[in-house]
């Protein structure tokens, strides 16, 4: 070795030095990619929570992977989403963070789209899309259907403001009387429904078949659906014993006139109950045509022998559109003569 020549030794430096190199391990990309990947903060999108009409909760599970990570959840009626809320703070830990955030301003009986995402320095992540629909339905009027109302009587309009936000709604009544060719105006004042959605208008002294609706006074107007109320004659009935034994004189009045009207004295009797269980039904026992009265109201008057005692009423079929049949609000006892 005395006589080793330096160049020689440089040389064999040189080669042991790259056989050294040789026989380390070197790194794959596949290793190299699944290191950064596995610093990726994990976001997992969870369920939504405390779902009500117009708010709730998303919640999420996060990964922070040892490194400084944020968040945030983006949401809205489809996967373009549109909306998103604050980016908080989820710490460096080594664990999963369960996490959660509110959202408002929703629209009611609405599906919705959402999912989380995560980001640290190594990059961001994004939990699935999931989806949840909020409580209520669209208002929507519900109006039961009317019963007839009596000539020159006061009515009650009611009904419901149904589906999320209908309590405290400002509405208004609107009205077209027969032959119903007039556009639709407002009647008295607006009103508000209560906390349920009801509502309910007086309507004074209707005097012909009227269609009513209800609409909301918003920017946006929703209308109900168009209702017809009938508006039936108004009856009266009186008897009075007549001075031939056994008979009985039948009188009332019709208003308004009404020409070529059938008036029908009925007579109350128990039947056997049919499909809507009713066991009593008004027959017709005598009939006449009305008379002339005056401008405002018919008269109508029939002698008649009693032949079957019991409970009376006058019922008036009218031949008009714009009112309908009626009967008395009046029954009388009758009494049939003893044999």
């Known amino acids: 070795m005395r006589g080793f020549n330096p160049v020689r030794r440089i040389a064999l430096c040189v080669l042991m030095l790259a056989i050294t190199a040789v026989s380390l391990p070197l790194a794959s990309p596949a290793a190299t990619s699944k290191k950064v990947a596995s610093a990726l903060p994990g976001a997992t999108t969870n369920g939504a929570t405390h779902v009500l009409g117009t708010s709730a909760l998303l ?6 992977n040892g490194k400084e990570t944020t968040y ?5 009626t489809t996967t373009v989403y549109g909306s998103q809320t604050p980016t908080l703070n989820a710490g460096s830990g080594t664990g999963k963070l369960k996490v959660g955030q509110p959202i408002s301003g929703l629209l009611p009986g609405t599906v919705y789209h959402y999912r989380v995402v995560a980001t640290n320095s190594a ?18 009027f519900v109006i039961p259907k009317p019963v007839p109302d009596v000539f ?5 309009f009611t009904g419901t403001l ?7 709604h ?3 009544l609107q009205a077209s009387p027969y032959p119903y060719l007039e556009s639709f105006t407002n009647i008295g004042l607006p009103g508000i429904t209560d906390r ?7 309507v004074a002294n209707l005097m012909t078949n009227t269609e009513f609706r209800v609409v909301t006074l918003d920017a946006l107007p929703l209308y109900s659906p168009v209702v017809t109320v009938p508006v039936a004659v108004r009856v009266t009935f009186s008897a009075r014993s007549s001075a031939s034994a056994g008979l009985v004189r039948l009188y009332g009045t019709v208003m308004p006139a009404v020409a070529g009207a059938r008036v029908q004295f009925q007579l109350l009797k ?5 499909k809507n269980e009713e066991s009593t039904r008004y027959v017709t026992q005598f009939s006449t045509a009305v008379k002339h009265g005056g401008r405002t109201f018919s008269r109508f008057s029939l002698v008649v022998k009693i032949r079957r005692g019991g409970r009376y009423r006058v019922f008036v079929k009218v031949h008009s559109s714009a009112l309908v049949s009626g009967s008395s609000t009046r029954t009388i006892v009758l009494h049939a003569p003893k044999k």
């Open 59 to 64: 919640t999420a599970a996060i990964h922070p």
């Open 72 to 76: 945030y959840f983006k949401y809205g």
């Open 123 to 140: 990059g961001r992540s994004e939990g699935r899309d999931r989806t949840f629909a909020t409580i209520g339905s669209k208002l929507k």
């Open 152 to 156: 020159g009587s006061p009515m009650i």
């Open 162 to 168: 149904a589906g999320f936000a209908g309590a405290n």
């Open 170 to 172: 400002h509405i208004a």
């Open 196 to 202: 349920f959605g009801r509502f309910a208008f007086r």
């Open 270 to 274: 128990a039947v056997r109950p049919g």
